[in-house]
């Protein structure tokens, strides 16, 4: 059982780019935030500083004129958050409860309670985990291997080359059809012999002279030397079982992402791919208190200068939400901002007109916030 308890004002979960911006908003308001973030591991797919640690230079993150390096643009974010009093833990939360406020996290060794909490728990690309796969030097991640073609697909190492896509979705097309500005040809391997993709983007990828579709086809191996990165793939027929190898220099898995929200199953509004729901035009999430920011939430953009900017908006979302909690007065009553009243009990709410109302609320539904 954990033994340590540590209290704040306001909990972030997620050291990538949405959850070090909210870091470093709330500190500048004084909001001394804790951010946690868990410890590398391989196995659970954790990656301190979220997915830009796994990707070679960024090249339009703006105010770099010039592109940085993934982790570097990360190093950066983090000491921008710790300047300002941002508080670290490193700790693999393993329970949550939002049923009441404060929330509780559940860590080995530590619980946390929260009185907002800030969800920037990011994505993971999904992977096809065959061999040649995993980050250099173990495969060619990051070495001609990579599952974001707008990060890495204006990369000199893949002008007018040959690119493989994995997949047959919207993100395969997507991915497919911008890298043709810049590859000589590119490869899209599916599975199956129809695509999942919406129509528009079907038509557009069907329409790219540079695109060739590979149909019922799984991708076996990824195959190359760490100094020369990829030099192809094995493909396998997946109806005749053949196999044979393409020449390629890169390879691209666009097969989905899946949000990091295991941990927030069951206690918080997600969609029916597990993405949390906010209300649009904020980062409120169906719980009063609880904010969510960043790839957990975004299944469209992606990016990480839309990350950062939705974590802005939930250390501004929570910070209002602190000013608008009732304030304790000598004579057990409670006040708000703006000047309602509630007793002790706290069975109504007595307005600044005067005017008294229940405080039983119907539960709260993303409708409300
Ligand atoms: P999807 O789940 O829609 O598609 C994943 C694709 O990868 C499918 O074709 C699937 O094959 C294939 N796949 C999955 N697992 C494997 C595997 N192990 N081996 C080989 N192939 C595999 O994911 P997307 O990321 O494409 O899209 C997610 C959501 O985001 C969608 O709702 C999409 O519309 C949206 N989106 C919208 C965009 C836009 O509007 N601009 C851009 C990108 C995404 P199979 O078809 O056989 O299942």
Redesign the pocket.
């Known amino acids: 059982m954990p033994t340590e308890e540590i209290r704040r004002q306001v909990v972030i979960i997620g050291s990538g780019p949405a959850g070090l911006t909210a870091a470093i908003y709330s500190a500048r308001a004084n909001l001394r935030p804790l951010l946690i973030d868990a410890p590398a591991d391989t196995e659970k797919q954790t990656t301190p500083g979220g997915q830009l640690m796994i990707t070679t230079e960024v090249e339009n993150y703006p105010g770099f004129a010039e592109g940085i390096q993934g982790p570097d643009l990360m190093v950066q974010f983090r000491k921008q958050a710790e300047r300002f009093g941002t508080e670290f833990l490193e700790e693999w939360i393993t329970k949550v409860d939002l049923s009441e406020r404060p929330f509780k996290l559940y860590g080995d060794n530590k619980v946390v309670i929260a009185e907002t909490l800030i969800i920037a728990s990011g994505a993971s690309a999904?992977w096809?985990?065959i061999p040649g796969e995993a980050k250099t030097p173990e495969g060619f991640g990051g070495n001609g291997v990579s599952a974001c073609a707008t990060c890495d697909g204006p990369l000199p190492a893949f002008r007018n080359k040959r690119l493989v896509v994995?997949?047959?979705?919207?993100?395969?097309?997507?991915e497919a059809t911008f890298l043709t500005r810049y590859a000589g040809r590119v490869f899209v391997?599916?599975?199956?012999d129809?695509?999942?993709?919406?129509k528009i983007?079907q038509d557009k990828a069907f329409l790219n002279e540079k695109i060739e579709f590979l149909w019922d086809t799984?991708?076996e191996e990824i195959l190359g030397t760490q100094e020369q990165g990829v030099t192809g793939v094995r493909l396998r027929d997946v109806k005749t079982n053949e196999t044979r190898n393409l020449d390629c220099e890169g390879v691209f898995i666009?097969?989905?992402?899946k949000p990091n929200t295991e941990l927030f199953k069951g206690q918080i509004e997600m969609d029916e791919?597990g993405y949390i729901k906010t209300s649009h035009r904020s980062t409120a999430t169906n719980i009063p208190g609880v904010f969510a920011c960043g790839d957990v939430q975004d299944?469209?953009y992606r990016q990480a200068i839309t990350a950062a900017g939705t974590g802005c908006m939930a250390a501004i979302d929570a910070e209002r939400y602190l000013d608008h909690l009732p304030i304790a007065m000598p004579s057990g009553d409670e006040i708000t901002i703006e000047g309602e009243q509630l007793p002790a009990d706290h069975s109504v709410i007595i307005m600044p007109s005067g005017e008294v109302v229940s405080n039983e609320p119907p539960s709260p539904t993303l409708d409300d916030c």
């Open positions: 999904k096809l985990g994995v997949g047959g979705g919207d993100t395969a097309m997507e391997a599916h599975r199956r129809k695509l999942r993709a919406s983007m799984a991708l666009a097969i989905g992402h791919v299944s469209v």
